[in-house]
Nanobody, 127 residues
Framework: QVHLAESGGGSVQAGGSLTLSCEGSGFTGTRYGTYCMAWFRQRPGYEREALGGASGGGALFSEPSVQGRFIVSREVRTNIALLQMNDLIPEDTATYYC??????????????????WGQGTQVTVFT
C-alpha cells in the first residue's frame, strides 16, 4: 500500500521561502518497479495544478509556471520528494499535495496518471 506523508507547510511572509517534504513508502509495484513522485497544489477557487515531479531515477520535471521559483528534488534511496519554494507570493497560498504513481520516467509528466495522494499540507503566504 503506497503511503505519502507531507510535511513542512505553514505560514510565511511574502518573499520568503519554504521547503515541503514528502516521504513515500509502499513502493512495491512490479509492473515497472519504479514510481514517479510529484507535487500539486490547489489554490482557493482554482483547479488542482501540477508543479513538478521526479522519476524513480531522479529525473526532474517542472511546470513552466513555477520554474525559477520552485525546485523539485528527490532523494532516490529514501523516496523523499522535496519542493523548495522561493520568493513566495500571496497567490502561492494553497494546499500542497504529494502524489505518486508507478511508471517509468517517460510517464512522470503525465499528471493525470497520478493515483496515490498524500493528505496535503497548507501553505499560507501573507503580506
Amino acid at each position: 500500500q503506497v503511503h505519502l506523508a507531507e510535511s513542512g507547510g505553514g505560514s510565511v511572509q511574502a518573499g520568503g521561502s519554504l521547503t515541503l517534504s514528502c516521504e513515500g513508502s509502499g513502493f512495491t509495484g512490479t509492473r515497472y518497479g519504479t514510481y514517479c513522485m510529484a507535487w500539486f497544489r490547489q489554490r482557493p477557487g482554482y483547479e488542482r495544478e501540477a508543479l513538478g515531479g521526479a522519476s524513480g531515477g531522479g529525473a526532474l520535471f517542472s511546470e513552466p509556471s513555477v520554474q525559477g521559483r520552485f525546485i523539485v528534488s528527490r532523494e532516490v534511496r529514501t523516496n523523499i520528494a522535496l519542493l523548495q519554494m522561493n520568493d513566495l507570493i500571496p497567490e502561492d497560498t494553497a494546499t500542497y499535495y504529494c502524489a505518486a504513481h508507478e511508471a517509468p520516467a517517460s510517464k512522470c509528466g503525465d499528471w493525470h496518471r497520478y493515483k496515490f495522494w498524500g493528505q496535503g499540507t497548507q501553505v499560507t503566504v501573507f503580506t
